[in-house]
């Protein structure tokens, strides 16, 4: 495909992202999306929705939120994205929970006390 053809753009990365998941295969997702970024292919939501769920499906928290950090600089994050994220949380029974509900809410977490700060009225 990379050779031959066509120049593939950011939908048929996405394309290859589905197909990589269905068959089991994440990682695939994850190096696929490194070829796309250093062809300068420009990530869209929907691509940083597979490489999420495919941290996710690859147990890495750390790199699943991280890119989610990416995400939301280019778009919202859909609630089925943070779905896939909050699901890891609570398969891995992490204490990264709360401060992950307190990005998605826009709260303060207080670290110190483990818990979602009210913003001022």
Not at 14 to 41: A, C, H, Y
Request: proline content about 6%.
């Amino acid at each position: 495909m990379l050779e031959h053809g066509p120049a593939p753009d950011v939908h048929t990365f996405n394309i290859s992202f589905e197909v990589f998941e269905k068959i089991g295969n994440p990682w695939d997702v994850i190096e696929t999306f490194n070829v796309m970024l250093q062809r300068g292919i420009a990530p869209n939501a929907t691509s940083y929705a597979w490489v999420i769920k495919a941290y996710c499906l690859g147990d890495s928290l750390k790199a699943a939120l991280a890119m989610l950090e990416q995400h939301k600089k280019v778009a919202t994050p859909s609630s089925r994205t943070y779905a896939v994220v909050i699901d890891l949380c609570t398969r891995l029974s992490t204490f990264f929970f709360s401060p992950l509900l307190a990005n998605i809410t826009g709260e303060k977490f207080d670290d110190e006390n483990k818990s979602l700060l009210a913003e001022p009225s």
